[in-house]
């Protein structure tokens, strides 16, 4: 009975691993169209400035240890350890900061509800529509 059980959680782990879809998103508020994964890419690695119609975007990730990994291999095309270190490159020389990063999903929706130029990521589950909106789906 054990490792029948035993095999159901990891069973029910593994399905939940495979359906999470991660979603970039910014708040309701915000007039920033669709973004593509290019676009999406140049803001977070500060090769873009301003937003397409305007504004300085205000790139938002999870704090270490939290599950970035998702984003920075499908939006990025880095790990998190190459992410933080494009990032400690960038700030060391000068020439961009890193994004703020943040406890939890939570947390970055507060965020974007109040900075419509705040730019996140979240699973797509947890991309209530009364609060963000989706603006790539990678």
Known sequence: MKFTHFLFTI??????LVSAEVVVVMGT?????NLSREQVSNI??????QFPNGGTPVPLILAQGNNNDEFFTKVLNRSDAQARAYWARLTFT???????ELKDSNEIKQTLSSNPYAIG?????EA???????????
């Open 29 to 33: 508020g915000s007039t920033v169209p």
């Open 94 to 100: 000068g020439k961009g900061i890193a994004p703020r």
């Open 44 to 49: 977070y690695l500060s090769k873009t400035r």
């Open 121 to 125: 990521f979240v699973q797509k589950s």
């Open 128 to 138: 209530d529509s009364n609060v963000v909106k989706i603006v790539l789906t990678p």
């Open 11 to 16: 069973a029910f782990t593994a399905s939940s």
